[in-house]
């Protein structure tokens, strides 16, 4: 058995075993198999599966905003029982990025874990007879929408390293595609979601879609996420597209979608990014060029606030705790309308629709104490004001690193100590190599 085929079937392992800590009580979990989903499964086992998904999608969350966050130096991670926050991801003094340490493999496992399970559940309601042509449609939808999320995901991490579309098959995996090829793949993902759940009766609950668990509802949030994939691929009349079937609007409430959702209840899970103000040890504190960098009045300097003592390790140092999070039920955002407002800025600035772009920006500007935009009415300075309103809008939401990135100014950001690097990339786990 090789290496690759062994990780999947831990995954799938892993899979059966993230089913006991949904909140959900869809019947008998004291021993789960796939046979048993695969097999005509009941209403009760599909809405079992989806339970199991959605509490997947938490699984080493917080470890991926650190992975993205500190090599994108919004933030540091100060951990006294693991240096690798503040050498490895930063590059200190010749550091490397390995394909074997517990920022790549473990984010990469609960990822694919999850693809797992949509693929389990899309197969499942595929096969059974026991629910309706548009029930089925409802959790294939679901399926595709979360696996098209998750692969997004991974791929913001391992970038021109690429990552698998098709796992299926645990002895037969699909070949690495690259960049341009996954957002194709998971832009053809989100879309045949789309069109099922244009057809799709939900059975189903979730407990962090809130008023878009209808199937018009997650129809929205499916087009929300395909207009993130559209701006990734430079496709930004497509994006403008999807806005329009999305949630997004410019009068909308800026938090205004789908979260990740966390609780104190038995089986269920915290917000393990949360960390209180003025924490020793280990902590999460803000990049310094965060206070440094933001525009006088900006509302969005509470998102880091003051400490009373400053905070140091490894030559690194800061007075401000991350506050994105204020407590370990804090939700995290999967996509909100505040992104959706600057992907429809961004996307109008790129068609050179420039008034429509400065309209979006102004929106996000004003809502923050800023008075509206008065510099240059070109495409390079807008450009760089919405990557300013990315920057602080979606702090500590998983963006700034993959924005700079596709804009190819990552030399931009800050080299804390000498010898420092900022990474382009992540290697892909070594369970995955020849």
């Not at 933030?75 to 790549?104: K, Q």
């Not at 209840?265 to 280990?282: A, H, K, V, Y």
Request: charged letters at 15%; hydrophobic letters at 40%.
């Amino acid at each position: 058995m090789n290496k690759n085929t062994t990780i999947y079937r831990l995954l799938l392992l892993g899979w059966v075993l993230s089913l006991c800590a949904c909140k959900k009580d869809f019947g008998d979990l004291n021993e789960p198999t796939v046979q048993a989903f695969t097999t005509n499964a009941t209403e009760a086992e599909l809405n079992n599966l989806v339970s199991g998904t959605e509490s997947g999608l938490r699984n080493n969350l917080a470890l991926y905003l650190d992975d993205v966050g500190i090599i994108g130096r919004e933030m540091y991670h100060f951990s006294n029982s693991e240096p690798r926050y503040v050498t490895d991801l930063l590059g200190a003094s010749g550091a490397t990025l390995s394909g074997s340490n517990f920022y790549i493999t473990n984010t990469w496992a609960s990822r694919y874990q999850v693809v797992k399970n949509c693929n389990i559940l899309e197969q499942a309601a595929a096969s059974t007879s026991s629910i309706s042509a548009s029930e089925v449609s409802g959790y294939v939808a679901f399926a595709q929408t979360i696996k098209a999320y998750q692969l997004l995901l991974c791929l913001n991490q391992t970038d021109s390293n690429g990552i698998r579309i098709d796992v299926s098959d645990p002895n037969n995996l699909g070949p690495f595609v690259g960049p341009a090829d996954a957002l194709t793949a998971i832009a053809a993902l989100l879309d045949s979601g789309a069109t099922n759940f244009n057809n799709a009766t939900i059975d189903y609950t979730l407990a962090g879609f809130g008023s878009f668990s209808t199937a018009a509802g997650l129809l929205q949030v499916n087009r929300a996420l395909a207009a993130r994939v559209a701006v990734y691929r430079q496709d930004w009349t497509g994006a403008l597209t999807d806005l329009q079937a999305s949630f997004f609007g410019l009068g909308q409430d800026l938090s205004l979608g789908a979260f990740d959702v966390f609780g104190t209840g038995s089986g269920d899970q915290l917000n393990t990014f949360f960390i209180p103000q003025n924490q020793t040890g280990e902590i999460r504190v803000a990049h310094p060029s965060f206070a440094t960098d933001i525009d006088s009045g900006d509302d969005r300097i509470g998102k880091a606030t003051l400490r009373t003592a400053v905070a140091s390790l490894d030559g690194l140092s800061s007075n401000r705790d991350i506050w994105v999070y204020t407590s370990s039920t804090a939700p995290i955002p999967i996509i909100r309308n505040e992104e959706l407002i600057l992907i429809y800025a961004e996307a109008n600035i790129q068609n050179n629709d420039l008034s429509d772009g400065v309209t979006a920006l102004n929106v996000i500007r004003t809502a923050h104490g800023l008075a509206a935009y008065s510099g240059a009415m070109t495409q390079a300075a807008l450009l760089t004001e919405m990557l300013y309103e990315r920057r602080y809008s979606l702090y500590c939401e998983g963006h700034r690193w993959v924005d700079l990135r596709r804009y190819n100014l990552l030399s931009e950001l800050p080299i804390d100590r000498p010898g420092d690097q900022v990474w382009t990339e992540f290697p892909l786990p070594v369970t995955e190599t020849p």
